[in-house]
Nanobody, 128 residues
């Protein structure tokens, strides 16, 4: 059974940094892509970043490009989202997700329906 467990959220001042982690278990993820999404109160869940587990190819939303970095640790089956220069509008629950991209080692999905597994989320709050 696939499990995704996020950690590392918290409260940070605007301009600060935070790193959230996603520990994945239950299967081999080499044919998967891992993504981060976020959902602010009253808003839809939106794509933040994704990484193809096999190739390391990444994709970012325009709103976080240049400030956030997604990475993975193959040995620990863990995906990270390093968030720098945080803004109050980055405040949201951040969700980790896993999606099967079998055979396409350069694809980094960004649509919610492309991900079949989700974590429970971790709150990130950026104060102004």
């Amino acid at each position: 059974q696939v499990q995704l467990v996020e950690s590392g959220g918290g409260l940070v001042q605007a301009g600060g940094s935070l790193r959230v982690s996603c520990a994945a278990s239950g299967r081999t993820f080499s044919s998967y892509a891992m993504g981060w999404f976020r959902q602010a109160p009253g808003k839809d869940r939106e794509f933040v970043a994704a990484i193809n587990w096999r190739s390391g190819y990444t994709k970012y939303s325009d709103s976080v490009k240049g400030r956030f970095t997604i990475s993975r640790d193959n040995a620990k089956n863990t995906v990270f989202l390093q968030m720098n220069s945080l803004k109050p509008e980055d405040t949201a629950v951040y969700y980790c997700a896993a999606g099967d991209v079998s055979g396409n080692y350069y694809y980094t999905p960004y649509r919610r329906y492309e991900y079949g597994y989700w974590g429970q989320g971790t709150q990130v709050t950026v104060s102004s």
